[in-house]
């Protein structure tokens, strides 16, 4: 923004002043964080006193699982040196955590949104953010719409993305 330099790190914000070629650091705010999810940051935008850090994480909703309620092993995540490295056909969740930095100094998280699918691009076009995720079909339980239908995120609720909403590219 031509006078702070964010940066993320080890799951960490890191707001720092850049003023007369000297950094100074102004605040480090440890991200949400979900044990075990193989949770991984894909991007940072910055529009006035908004902050938004879009993360990816598996979807524990939408795993499959054997008949005793364990996860598949054949699909479970691994975290390599803090990389997460998922089967092509692992449910995850992509999200919008949302801060207000106003004060740089004490940045608050102010909402999270989020949709099925991995994380594939995002981009912004004037005030709008757009993010795009991909959704696969590879595990597919017929008894639960959360594995076959992309799921829209506000916190933790979650909501099933209407039909007229869903684009598969030809």
Same mark, same amino acid.
């Given at each position: 923004d031509g006078r702070y330099i964010y940066m993320l790190s080890g799951g960490t914000l890191i707001i720092a002043e850049a003023?007369?070629?000297?950094?100074?650091?102004?605040?480090?705010?440890?991200?949400?964080?979900?044990?075990?999810?193989?949770?991984?940051?894909?991007?940072?935008?910055?529009?006035g006193d908004?902050?938004?850090?879009?993360r990816q994480m598996s979807d524990p909703d939408a795993q499959p699982k054997t008949t005793d309620?364990?996860?598949?092993?054949?699909?479970?995540?691994?975290?390599?040196?803090?990389?997460? !490295?998922?089967? !092509?056909?692992?449910?995850t969740r992509s999200y919008a955590v949302i801060y207000d930095i106003s004060d740089r100094a004490a940045p608050a998280v102010?909402?999270?949104?989020?949709?099925?699918?991995?994380y594939f691009t995002s981009r912004m076009v004037g005030d709008t953010l757009y993010l795009f995720t991909t959704v696969s079909g590879m595990t597919v339980d017929k008894s639960k719409p959360e594995t076959y239908i992309p799921r829209l995120f506000r916190g933790e609720e979650a909501v099933l993305l209407p039909a007229e909403d869903i684009a598969m590219p030809p």
């Open positions: 003023e007369k070629g000297a950094l100074r650091e102004v605040s480090r705010t440890a991200l949400p964080s979900a044990p075990d999810s193989g949770l991984a940051t894909r991007g940072l935008y910055i529009a908004r902050l938004v850090v879009f309620g364990q996860t598949k092993p054949d699909i479970a995540p691994e975290i390599v040196d803090g990389c997460y !490295y998922g089967w !092509y056909g692992q449910p102010s909402g999270q949104l989020g949709q099925s699918g991995g």
